[in-house]
């Protein structure tokens, strides 16, 4: 900074103090720190500042310029001392900066675990891994002729109707059931085929305890050209012990779906009350889990197999209730809320 001349005029002074009320008090302000605040001090209220030289330069003015203007330049030197020391009893009660040490461990950053619906279905998956079967997946908004034509249920079955299926402006709908994943492998792919498919589904169900119009299926599928029911019993029996426990027991009760052909429900022994009874089981001893059966002829014709040449099985299951059963959930509502104090149970 050079020194001011040693005689100012008016105008010359009034410049001075512009810019030292413009500039000094936002400086002032902003200093992070005491050694930031100590040149500012001498800047502008230092013997060689501007300051000073302006306060030096005043016997040489009018009396009536020297008036305004020292009593302008006192006020204006008096709101600096105020600053600066208001400023450095700030800084200096302000609590001091620890060093960085950078031998230190890092602080912890919270870890997310999986939602216990993921995590259910990677467990049902992987069962289904172990027995060679693939993961696919497939589209959401599906056609009417792979959400029902194809799998062989007719125009008037009440799931066709719009009270429980979304349809789309376009004529489209949300899948109501996996299945549709099925078809369209088997339409691109020939037998032999061992396939799972995991995925959301929609219903315009009302959403209470144990219902919601969004929830997740697993489908699976196997067709070769020897494939029997037996084998689909062999496969139930393994993934259902593998879930619940070795203990388990698992019985067939006849059922009808249009896309097998035969049909079953499929139960496991409960395995909270040991198959005795209990609220979770309705006092009957059995969960029901998931409906199978061997695949019906007019499925495998909508996708162009030779049902005199092919066989197979496809079975499904909520994954929902399966997650209620394992861990004694009565609510579905629950995996949706987003309420941690539900979500770390599972972490």
């Not at 089981?281 to 007019?298: F, I």
């Not at 909508?302 to 959930?329: S, T």
Request: net charge neutral; with cysteine; glycine share 8%.
């Amino acid at each position: 900074m050079t020194d001011a001349p040693d005689i100012l005029s008016p105008d010359a002074m009034h410049s001075i103090l512009e810019d030292i009320e413009t500039n000094a008090f936002r400086r002032i302000g902003e200093a992070a720190g005491l050694a930031e605040l100590e040149p500012l001090r001498i800047e502008y209220l230092g013997r060689k500042s501007r300051m000073s030289h302006l306060l030096r330069s005043l016997g040489g003015l009018a009396p009536e310029d020297r008036t305004r203007l020292g009593a302008r330049a006192n006020e204006v030197r008096k709101r600096l001392e105020e600053s600066i020391r208001e400023k450095e009893a700030a800084l200096k009660k302000a609590p001091p900066k620890q060093a960085l040490d950078f031998t230190l461990p890092g602080a912890p950053v919270p870890r997310g675990a999986e939602h216990p619906i993921t995590r259910t279905i990677h467990e049902i998956v992987s069962v289904f891994e172990r027995l060679n079967f693939e993961w696919v997946s497939g589209r959401e908004i599906e056609t009417e002729f792979y959400n029902f034509t194809a799998l062989n249920i007719p125009l008037d079955h009440p799931s066709r109707d719009a009270f429980d299926t979304f349809f789309t402006r376009g004529g489209n709908l949300l899948r109501s059931q996996t299945s549709t994943v099925q078809i369209r492998v088997m339409e691109k792919r020939k037998p032999p085929l061992r396939v799972v498919a995991p995925g959301r589904v929609y219903r315009p169900d009302t959403v209470d305890a144990s219902h919601s119009f969004m929830f997740h299926q697993i489908e699976g599928l196997m067709v070769d050209d020897r494939t029997t029911f037996a084998d689909l019993k062999g496969v139930i029996h393994l993934f259902l012990r593998a879930l619940f426990g070795e203990t388990s027991r698992i019985r067939f009760r006849p059922h009808f779906f249009p896309f097998t052909e035969p049909s079953v429900e499929v139960d496991v022994s409960c395995f909270i009350c040991r198959a005795e009874g209990c609220s979770v089981c309705g006092q009957k001893g059995w969960l029901e889990v998931m409906g199978a059966g061997s695949v019906d002829p007019a499925v495998f014709q909508a996708v162009g197999y030779d049902p005199r040449k092919v066989q197979g099985f496809a079975f499904g299951m909520g994954v929902e209730r399966l997650a209620m059963l394992r861990h004694g959930i009565n609510d579905i509502r629950l995996f949706y809320e987003n309420d941690l104090r539900f979500l770390k149970q599972f972490a």
